[in-house]
């Protein structure tokens, strides 16, 4: 499946994702954030499959003055496409993005649903914060070391 950089023509398709998966992935009252970060949203990709996009999500990428850190923003899947390893595909992607940009250390934040997805791929919890985004949605401070970084 194709991964492509985001374009503004991927607005529509993105909140739909966004919509899709409120909300259990995510909090009615984030759509207005996501929607004002797409107008400029950096490093962001999109997945299709058949022209169609079923996943999205992006990297960012911190000052050397800072330590250089490094994060995943905006990841989320169809949710009539979940568990077909759209986003296990899109997730590396990005990894190897970081990778790349020299980046050694990766955070996100997530809710207690996504958690365990990103555990399968080496990330670890470092914070949580019940209801952190709402009612029944905890935040998800997670966190993982590249391998090969540096």
């Known amino acids: ?6 374009a503004p023509e991927d607005r529509a398709a993105c ?7 409120v909300p259990d992935f995510f909090a009615p009252h984030e759509r207005a954030e996501f929607e004002t970060w797409l107008q400029d ?10 022209g169609q996009v079923v996943a999205c999500g992006g ?9 250089r850190p490094a994060g995943l923003s905006w990841g989320m899947v ?6 077909r390893g759209y986003g296990s595909q899109l997730l590396r992607f990005r990894l190897e993005r970081l990778r790349a940009l020299g980046a050694r ?3 996100l934040d997530t809710s207690q649903h996504s958690a365990p ?14 209801g952190g985004y709402g009612p029944g ?10 391998r090969g970084a540096g």
Do not use: C, K, S, T
């Not at 909140?15 to 998966?21: K, P, Q, S, Y």
């Not at 949605?137 to 590249?146: F, G, N, S």
């Open 137 to 146: 949605l905890d935040r998800v401070d997670m966190m993982a070391r590249l």
């Open 1 to 6: 499946m194709p991964i492509r950089p985001y």
């Open 15 to 21: 909140l739909a994702l966004f919509d899709a998966n």
């Open 78 to 83: 169809a949710r009539n496409a979940q568990r």
């Open 41 to 50: 949203p950096g490093e962001y990709f999109v997945l299709e499959d058949g």
């Open 117 to 130: 997805f990103f555990a399968r791929f080496g990330f670890r919890e470092v914070r949580r914060v019940p």
């Open 59 to 67: 990297v960012w990428l911190g000052p050397e003055d800072r330590g």
């Open 105 to 107: 250390e990766v955070h």
